[in-house]
Structure formats: C-alpha cells, structure tokens
C-alpha cells in the first residue's frame, strides 16, 4: 500500500555541480525536495520506488544498485540507485518491481530522471527502506501507467514512491520548446493536482497534450495516481515555479 509519495522535478541543473555558476537558482527546488523527502522517511516505509521518465528506449526496471553518470553533461560525477543488497535484505533482481532473489543486473545506466532521484537520495543520506527504479515510457497509455502504479503500490506493506519528473518545456520563448500557449494552463492543472493529491486529475492529463508541451512528467505522474488510488492521501505544493521556461514542481503525499 502506498504511504507516501514526494515529487521532485529532474533536470539535471538540480545538481549543483552540473548548474555550476548557476546552481544557487534552483536553492529552493533543492530545499523543497530535500523537504519531501524527509516526509517519506518519516513515513518508515518497507520499500522505496524511485518512478522517472525514460530515456528514449531505456524504460523498464533498474534494481538497487544501478548507477548513473552526468558525464553526459560535462561533470565527472556518478551515482548509485542504494544499496544492491538493501538495508539488511539479500540482493534483488532486475525482473518485475518488488520480486527478490538472485544478483541485481546492474549493467543498464540509469536514465537521466532516475540519476537525478539516485542523487538526491545520497544527498539525504537515505537509508530507511531498499529502493527500485522505475522508468516509466512516455507513450505509455493513462492505463497503463496507472497498472504499474497499482502494481507498485501491491509489493509491500509500506510503499512509498519517490516520483521525478518537469511539467512543459514551452513556458517561454526561450524554453527548450519555445512558447506554446497552453502550457502555463497544463501546468497549472499539473501542479493543482499534485498539490492536492487529486488521482482523477492526474490520470485525466492528456497524454497527447503533454506529448506536445514536452510535459515529460505526466507519465510518472499516473504512475503516482494509479499507486495512490484508495490510499486516502493528503497532498501538499511544496514548490512551483519555471525557471529556463519549463515546469518544476515538488509536491508531498501522506
């Protein structure tokens, strides 16, 4: 059952080392997703799911241990999805979410989304439940994102979800995808949703919209919502804004 979920957003200007000169302008998102995720910790869950957007071809699941680089970006820094082994539990498999046995395959790099949670996870010092990653397609159906969401929330007691992923990427004119002017509506409709953990809206994002606005977040997002469905959860708006003209949000379920 899901106890508790944090949204973060992943670029990968988060890391400081890879914003450089540019690091203290997202001080606050940073704060913010520190903030979510000491909700989950205090949540004491039995099982963390990191749950991001795919790199193109790179969906599906990426057990403990798994690393990923932003070498990619110019900075000679790696990191680690946890422990292979887990706080105290046998190593896990690269199978189906919440199976164990046998060695992790931890060949496949994390893709960006993932890489971005594993890094905030060592900065909190996380250590409180053995995590997955979950890459989530982003032309994955509402349905079966939420399927997956549902599954998730079935493969253990304690559930928690760690969920990443950028609202549209056509804020501005100087987005990554220039102005479209729907994008600061689908945004607004994204983050009220988020903020109060609202299942229906979240699974109600349209799929080809998000597609248009770039909005790689709205698949992990029903991810979210399929997880959370009958959980009775309260949601809290941590953080909005668009810098670079692309949507951050952070949000905390509990």
Do not use: N
Request: glycine share 14%.
């Amino acid at each position: 059952m899901l106890v508790a979920a944090a949204v973060c957003p992943c670029p990968p200007l988060l890391v400081p080392e890879v914003a450089t000169g540019a690091a203290p302008e997202l001080d606050t998102a940073r704060t913010a997703c520190a903030d979510a995720l000491g909700l989950l910790a205090a949540a004491r869950p039995d099982r963390l799911y990191v749950v991001g957007p795919a790199d193109r071809g790179a969906h599906g699941v990426f057990p403990a241990g798994s690393t990923g680089s932003f070498a990619g970006f110019g900075v000679d820094l790696s990191v680690r999805l946890g422990d292979p082994a887990g706080p105290g539990e046998p190593g896990r498999t690269g199978g189906e979410p919440g199976r164990t046995g046998g060695d992790p395959d931890t060949g496949r790099p994390l893709p960006v989304s993932l890489a971005v949670g594993a890094w905030l996870l060592e900065r909190a010092g996380w250590a409180d439940a053995p995590i997955e990653g979950l890459a989530v397609d982003g032309e994955a159906t509402p349905d079966v994102c939420a399927g997956l969401g549902r599954g998730l929330a079935d493969s253990a007691g304690r559930v928690a979800l760690l969920v990443t992923g950028d609202g549209s990427a056509c804020r501005t004119v100087k987005a990554p995808g220039y102005l479209d002017e729907r994008a600061a509506a689908f945004d607004a409709e994204a983050a009220r949703a988020l903020g109060a953990a609202d299942v229906a809206a979240l699974l109600a994002l349209d799929p080809e919209l998000a597609y248009e606005l770039k909005a790689a977040g709205r698949a992990p997002w029903q991810v979210l919502a399929g997880a959370a469905e009958g959980a009775g959860l309260d949601g809290r708006l941590l953080f909005e804004d668009a810098p670079y003209g692309v949507g951050y949000f952070v949000a905390a379920w509990s």
